[in-house]
């Protein structure tokens, strides 16, 4: 059921042009965006930020926006970016959905860098980071970004 305050929009996929392919044929990262009840949102935007493979923010390279299908699934395909000033290899993420006034900021961690991610200042200051850390899959990467209820996406103040 729509709420009042998602009554205006949903508007994002109109005029949305995929840019979510970083590296074409790179890592491929997927995963869905869930409203409060565990349900997809299918009409939500990601967008993604991230330094290169040695840790460097470029101009030319580290953006990409994926909108959401039906099952509020998005897809990337990228490379695995490099520590950056001793924090973990990640990627920043920003998500758009309907109901939010403002977007929300997470991270997606990688499963891969155990120790790097101990070590990371922002994972090592929650007391439960795992929602941040991405599951490996046959394929690639999975990360779900849950926006309310049990498991709810460790979010960031913009």
Same mark, same amino acid.
């Given at each position: 059921?729509?709420?009042?305050?998602?009554?205006? /929009?949903?508007?994002? !996929?109109? /005029?949305?042009?995929?840019?979510?392919?970083?590296?074409?044929? %790179?890592?491929?990262?997927? %995963?869905?965006?869930?409203? /409060?009840?565990?349900?997809?949102?299918?009409?939500?935007? &990601?967008?993604?930020? +991230?330094?290169?493979?040695?840790?460097?923010?470029?101009?030319?390279? %580290?953006?990409?926006?994926?909108?959401?299908?039906?099952?509020?699934?998005?897809?990337?395909? !990228?490379? #695995?970016?490099?520590?950056?000033? %001793?924090?973990?290899?990640?990627?920043?993420?920003?998500?758009?959905?309907? /109901?939010?006034? #403002?977007?929300?900021?997470?991270?997606?961690?990688?499963?891969?860098?155990?120790?790097?991610?101990?070590?990371?200042? &922002?994972?090592?200051?929650?007391?439960?980071?795992?929602?941040?850390?991405?599951?490996?899959?046959?394929?690639?990467?999975?990360?779900?970004?849950?926006? +309310?209820?049990?498991?709810? !996406?460790?979010?960031?103040?913009?």
């Amino acid at each position: 059921m729509i709420t009042p305050s998602q009554t205006v /929009g949903p508007y994002f !996929t109109l /005029g949305l042009l995929d840019s979510n392919e970083l590296v074409p044929g %790179g890592l491929r990262i997927t %995963g869905r965006v869930l409203d /409060g009840g565990g349900e997809p949102v299918p009409d939500a935007i &990601v967008e993604i930020w +991230q330094a290169d493979e040695e840790g460097r923010y470029r101009p030319d390279f %580290g953006w990409g926006r994926s909108g959401c299908d039906d099952d509020g699934r998005y897809r990337f395909a !990228t490379c #695995k970016p490099g520590a950056v000033e %001793g924090q973990a290899p990640h990627l920043t993420m920003m998500v758009f959905a309907r /109901g939010l006034l #403002k977007p929300v900021l997470t991270r997606m961690y990688f499963p891969d860098e155990e120790e790097a991610n101990a070590r990371d200042p &922002v994972l090592s200051a929650l007391d439960d980071a795992s929602t941040l850390v991405a599951r490996s899959v046959e394929d690639g990467l999975e990360f779900d970004v849950r926006l +309310q209820g049990e498991r709810e !996406t460790v979010f960031f103040a913009v």
